[in-house]
């Protein structure tokens, strides 16, 4: 019988190990795709404020 818990706990261990690299793959990728939105939403923003020549996001300067 110990060595049949032995193995269920084994494979438990598996499992868990296998979730736990899968989300870091999909942290890691999430990350990635923030950074991105982020740069498109400065350049973004730099853009408006240079057509409407306003300050918009109040940092003292238009760009």
Do not use: P
């Not at 999909?26 to 730099?46: G, P």
Request: hydrophobic content about 35%; charged content about 35%.
């Amino acid at each position: 019988m110990g060595l049949f818990w032995d193995l269920i706990q084994q494979s438990q261990l598996a499992d868990q190990k296998g979730k736990a690299e899968s989300l870091e793959e999909r942290v890691a990728e999430l990350e990635k795709e923030l950074s991105t939105t982020k740069a498109l939403l400065l350049k973004t923003l730099q853009i408006l404020e240079e057509r409407s020549g306003r300050d918009i996001n109040n940092d003292g300067k238009i760009g």
